[in-house]
């Protein structure tokens, strides 16, 4: 079979993909995505056997340590998967956990449990790094699927995993790579704001970094790729780009009735012949 993302993340890729692929590249080098989040675009490609080399990082260790053992150690995620199980009290238990003590399959382990396991499948940290979601109801959870989490494993085996600032791509990606940037969106409202993927947090002033990173590679020649939000800095910091408007649903929000379909941007450095435009 082939993988699907092991995590729900939030601003996951999954229905944003056919408007993602009709706008990659016809050939890259190597893959390089510096905010993977659920790795949505990672494992469709890797299903198409798009993928040669595959570099992943982010800033988040708890999300990257999870592929690092879903690549290394496997059966051990398995296993200790297999012990978790659905209830309110274990729920709190488990995220009280000091990650420190556990060994890396442990780790990676409890990350997949309280995934699949907390309100929403919403990652959120706080201001000291911990994962701080309440537990969510449902019916019958699937907190351990084995088969998806075997293809992933064969999906990982050649990728690069390290955890790094979106920045260190220029250290690692070369002309003719591709770049994939999907991070934290620029909130279209101040009630919008979500970006505790990590204790850091995303500023507006590392929106503006991430053009500067997207500029230079764009100099060095090297694809690249960025999905956000239409919030009017966007449009103004990539407008010398392709920036495209798309729509797909998004569930982020608690209130069901203000999820839906909303506005999102996708910028590529390249036109729809692959040529790259400069600024």
């Not at 996951?12 to 390089?32: T, V």
């Not at 995620?77 to 956990?97: F, K, N, P, S, T």
């Not at 790094?164 to 704001?193: E, I, K, M």
Request: glycine share 6%; with cysteine.
């Amino acid at each position: 079979m082939h993988a699907r993302p092991v995590l729900k993340w939030a601003g996951g890729k999954g229905r944003l993909l056919p408007e993602l692929l009709g706008r990659l590249p016809s050939a890259f080098g190597a893959y390089h995505e510096p905010f993977v989040g659920g790795g949505a675009l990672f494992f469709k490609l890797a299903s198409q056997e798009r993928l040669d080399d595959a570099f992943f990082s982010d800033i988040n260790p708890a999300l990257i340590e999870v592929y690092i053992a879903l690549r290394d150690c496997v059966q051990d995620v398995i296993d200790i998967l297999g012990q978790h199980y659905y209830d309110e009290d274990y729920y709190y238990e488990i995220r009280a956990l000091d990650p420190a003590t556990l060994s890396l399959a442990e780790r990676a382990a409890r990350i997949i449990f309280l995934n699949k396991t907390c309100y929403n499948g919403l990652y959120r940290e706080n201001s000291s790094g911990q994962f701080n979601v309440p537990f969510g109801r449902y019916k019958n959870p699937k907190i351990c699927d084995e088969p998806n989490l075997r293809a992933a494993s064969s999906a990982l085996q050649r990728v690069d995993l390290e955890r790094r600032h979106f920045s260190t791509v220029l250290d690692s990606a070369q002309p003719g790579d591709f770049v994939y940037f999907d991070p934290p969106y620029q909130p279209l409202s101040s009630t919008s704001n979500f970006t505790a993927y990590s204790k850091d947090g995303f500023s507006e002033q590392d929106q503006v970094k991430l053009r500067d990173v997207f500029a230079e590679l764009t100099r060095r020649g090297v694809r690249a790729m960025l999905s956000n939000s239409s919030a009017p800095l966007i449009y103004e910091l990539y407008s010398p780009y392709a920036v495209h408007t798309v729509y797909a649903a998004r569930a982020i929000n608690s209130r069901a009735a203000a999820r839906g379909k909303i506005a999102e941007v996708i910028v590529c450095n390249y036109d729809e012949n692959g040529t790259l435009l400069s600024d």
